[in-house]
């Protein structure tokens, strides 16, 4: 069935450059995947333009002949958000990757879509500016894929996801129409679509032009290292530093499993004898940084902090950052696999949710890492499995699964940032009741009437849920009974 | 508080009877933007009033879900309590304006480009559709990338996809004390100095230009704003903080004048050559103009800096009050429309003459 890929790749070699153009099998093979690894498929072809023009020509090409588009920036994504269409096009962004614009005045930065997040904060850092969001992943992944995953990090907390720090996209459609989106203003007249464009993980459009907001930095950053006895005394010191009304530019804790991890890894100097380690930046002038930090210490010993330490210079404060902007792969060398989960909770419900997933842990004979933007009660909870052994990558699926809907239980969400994708799409309905997927599904049509673009990616089709509903339901109960509902 | 009530239900009814008689309905919160958007139609009106209190307000976790009719001045007296504000600081004038009117107006004050807009802060929403149905998008955590963002798309939708029966707004602590500098400089300069603190990453959360007079307002100590005034060789300005309340609610003297009332959004440093005076906030990025210029020469001028102008207040409400739109972007908001409210049941005509 389907289109051959054969004659595909000949219609556009008339389009495309042939360099752009990759279809022999065993090239096709590095494509079949983004970060998530457990999911792979091999694209029908894979093309990879030099400009916005070729996309357009590409478009216009896949909607005549109804092919499905899979859009891709650096495949760094952890949610399978680009694992290709076996009958589609993987079409790679990466290529468009200059800067086009640092406007100082107005501190903003127009890009294309290729660019990668750390370039954008190089290229700006001449004229005292960088772009805020900073993914751990950002040597590697592209603005396309951060507007597309509404991309979060460290310092989102204080300066706002990717949401917050976009002011216009260039999108085509599907048919190849090229639209502008937002403008470089503070708003844009008619309804927000930047909003909905912004984390629509490649199903609404592709981005082919971004203008991020850049912010001067700051005089001067100070982050102060917690240790603590008890992990679920450190998530209510998280809670103790906000009431405070203190706003830090970063909050992240890491558990005992993740900190020894990072601290074999990269030498970051952490107390590995610690249940839990909470890093906390503050920034700003020289003086608030002083005052601020000074504050931020006796809030953490007042809230049973063990010890709290401050950076001693800039190369200690970077150390203290990279044992954590590591965690991932520090983790990674733990076990022959990992898988990442990105639930985000109400932060008073920190201390609850960890206890709960230390026993799932035991339940499922699953070794979890905890590492977490803790300021933004987004966790990552890192299950250490072996793939090799038979249903040990199930019984991780079935146990990141509990986390996910232990999230929604206790108020939360099943992704805080890395996007639905693929592998979170059975947990959207134990999220979201029926109407509301069909208003997505209604809210996809608008753009993509044919759904060509990233089929069956995000929203869970009605029958989809019905039939894991049926799964997950045992006997008429629901998970976690104790809980009230939200 | 007394008079908190839950009318989804009686709302919900009202919705399914206007479906059944095919009538339309206008969405009130208080009715103070009654001047704000195209000139209102003949229909029916839908008193949201009602259906208001807050649900709940965990300060720690700097959020606030409050029904959408609650007035917003008892939203911030909540959050004063707590030494917390609404960030885009809404302007709302005698306290009758309502979160939800607010949301759905999705105008921000002076503090916007630094505390964010409404569209920023929302986090949550509870929804009633044009087809009767309760549904709940986005939640009370900061991060939340399940699904389409569709609870932020409602800010500044002014109620044309459905009602805002519930709000989860995101809360910032409100700086314990502010300050207001007056620039004594020509507009050019002044403007260029504002330019350079901003660029020095200075506790600015509003300014204010026109004419010969130039403000800024800092969020900092005394000895700091000393220190600040000492290295950009400025003033303390005795300007109460009720002058930044009165720019907020057009109180003061420019916004009394009976000409049309141009909003213009612009790239800060965007040049305009108008010879009327422009009161401008957001360190530029928000102008206010009044003018009697006709509509597409204020339009083209605006749209040719990338902006776009929208007629604030007074004059002919009948035609585009917002900026119009490219047609495939109209037709994609035509589009969505028809998947919230498919009867045009919501304030038909209110947004664009389209829908
Ligand atoms: C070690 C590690 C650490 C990470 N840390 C973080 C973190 O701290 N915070 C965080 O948010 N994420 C993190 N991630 C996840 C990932 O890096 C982000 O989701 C990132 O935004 C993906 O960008 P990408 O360019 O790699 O996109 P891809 O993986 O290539 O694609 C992601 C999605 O975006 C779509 N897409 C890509 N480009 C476009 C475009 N131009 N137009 C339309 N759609 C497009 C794709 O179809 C896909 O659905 C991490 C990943 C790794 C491996
Ligand atoms: C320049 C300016 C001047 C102002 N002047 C005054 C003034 O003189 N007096 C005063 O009291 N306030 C004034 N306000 C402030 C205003 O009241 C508040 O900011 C608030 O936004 C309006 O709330 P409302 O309930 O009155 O909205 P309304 O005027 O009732 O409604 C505004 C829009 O939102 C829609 N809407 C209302 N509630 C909902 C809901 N729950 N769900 C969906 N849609 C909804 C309406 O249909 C309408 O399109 C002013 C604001 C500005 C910017």
């Known amino acids: 069935m389907g289109i051959d890929r054969q004659s595909l790749a000949a219609e556009f070699l008339n389009i495309l450059p042939s360099d752009c153009v990759i279809f022999r099998e065993e090239e096709l093979i590095p494509f079949e995947c983004d970060g998530l690894s457990a999911y792979r498929k091999v694209p029908l072809i894979v093309l990879l333009p030099y400009t916005a023009e070729q996309v357009e020509l590409v478009l216009k090409h896949c909607h005549e002949k109804q092919v499905p588009v899979v859009a891709r920036g650096a495949g760094t994504g952890l949610s399978g958000g680009a694992l290709p269409h076996e009958q589609g096009v993987l079409l790679s962004l990466a290529r468009l990757n200059k800067i086009v614009e640092i406007d100082q005045d107005n501190r903003l930065a127009c890009v294309q879509p290729g660019v990668r997040n750390l370039a954008v904060s190089e290229a700006a850092k001449p004229y005292g500016l960088y772009y805020a969001p900073d993914p751990s992943s950002q040597i590697a992944c592209s603005i396309g894929g951060n507007v597309a995953e509404n991309a979060g990090g460290v310092h989102c907390l204080k300066y706002g996801l990717t949401l917050h720090n976009v002011v216009q996209v260039t999108l085509l459609t599907i048919d190849g129409e090229r639209l502008t989106i937002g403008s470089n203003g503070l708003d844009a007249p008619g309804l927000d679509l930047l909003t909905l464009i912004t984390g629509s993980e490649g199903m609404l459009g592709l981005v082919v032009e971004v203008v991020v907001k850049l912010l001067p930095i700051p005089e001067r950053q100070q982050v102060a290292l917690a240790a603590f006895d008890d992990v679920e005394i450190a998530g209510k010191a998280v809670a103790e530093i906000i009431a405070k009304g203190i706003l830090p530019a970063g909050l992240e804790m890491m558990d005992n499993l993740s900190l020894r991890a990072a601290e074999d890894f990269v030498h970051a100097g952490y107390p590995t004898d610690a249940a839990a380690i909470l890093l906390c930046e503050v920034d700003g002038s020289e003086d608030e940084v002083s005052e601020e930090i000074m504050r931020v210490r006796q809030i953490l010993l007042d809230s049973g902090a063990r010890e709290v330490r401050t950076a001693e210079d800039e190369t200690e404060r970077m150390r203290f950052w990279a044992g954590r902007k590591n965690a991932f792969p520090a983790v990674g060398r733990l076990a022959p696999d990992y898988y990442c989960m990105d639930g985000t909770i109400p932060r008073n419900q920190l201390g609850k949710v960890l206890t709960m997933i230390g026993e799932m842990s035991e339940k499922y004979g699953l070794p979890c890492a905890n590492v977490f933007h803790a300021g933004d009660g987004n966790l990552h909870p890192l299950i250490l499995y072996d793939a090799n052994n038979e249903g040990e990558l199930e019984k991780a699926e079935e146990f990141g699964g509990e986390i996910l809907e232990l999230c929604v239980a206790v108020g939360g969400t099943i992704t805080g940032e890395h996007g639905v994708g693929i592998e979170k799409i059975n947990q959207m309905c134990a999220q979201f009741p029926d109407p509301e997927l069909e208003t997505f599904h209604a809210v996809k049509a608008v753009f993509d009437p044919h759904n060509l673009l990233n089929p069956g990616k995000a929203i869970p089709t009605l029958a989809r849920c019905a039939e894991f509903g049926a799964m997950h339901v045992h006997a008429g109960k629901l998970r976690f009974p104790e809980l009230e509902r939200f | ?355």
Request: glycine share 12%; net charge neutral; hydrophobic share 35%.
């Open chain 2, 1 to 355: 508080m007394s008079g908190d009530q839950d009318q989804s239900s009686r709302l919900q009814a009202n919705i399914k009877d206007a479906i059944a008689e095919r009538s339309c309905l206008r969405l009130m919160g208080s009715g103070s933007k009654d001047f704000y958007g195209r000139g209102l139609g003949q229909q029916k009106v839908l008193d949201l009033s009602g259906n208001r209190g807050i649900v709940s307000y965990e300060p720690t976790e700097l959020v606030i879900t409050a029904r959408g009719g609650t007035p917003l001045d008892e939203i911030e007296a909540a959050l004063e309590a707590n030494g917390q504000m609404l960030p885009f600081e809404p302007p709302h004038f005698d306290g009758k304006g309502t979160i939800g009117g607010a949301i759905a107006a999705g105008l921000s004050g002076p503090r916007r480009p630094w505390g964010g807009s409404p569209r920023d802060l929302l986090l949550g929403i509870k929804l009633l559709d044009g087809q009767g149905r309760i549904m709940s998008f986005g939640g009370q955590v900061m991060k939340n990338v399940a699904g389409y963002d569709i609870s932020r798309l409602m800010a500044g939708a002014m109620g044309t996809l459905g009602i805002l029966l519930e709000v989860s707004i995101k809360v910032l602590p409100k700086p314990v004390e502010e300050h207001s500098l007056i620039i004594d400089r020509d507009p050019d300069s002044a403007t260029r100095l504002i330019g350079e603190m901003i660029a020095d990453s200075q506790p600015i959360t509003a300014s204010y230009s026109l004419a010969d007079k130039q403000a800024v307002r800092l969020a900092c100590n005394h000895q700091r704003l000393g220190a600040i005034c000492l290295k950009y060789g400025l003033q303390e300005s005795s300007e109460s903080s009720d002058f930044w309340q009165q720019l907020r609610d057009q109180k003061l003297d420019f916004f009394q004048q009976s000409k049309p009332l141009w909003r213009l959004s612009l790239k800060p440093t965007s040049p305009l050559e108008l010879t009327e005076p422009c009161l401008q906030e957001w360190s530029g990025g928000l102008r206010w103009l009044y003018s009697e210029r006709p509509a597409t020469e204020i339009r083209t001028l605006v749209e040719s800096q990338g902006g776009h102008a929208i007629q604030f207040r007074n004059g002919d409400r009948s035609g585009d009050i917002f900026h119009p739109l490219h047609p495939r972007i109209l037709q994609i908001q035509q589009g969505l429309k028809a998947v919230f409210d498919p009867h045009g049941l919501f304030n038909p005509g209110r947004h664009y003459s389209d829908y």
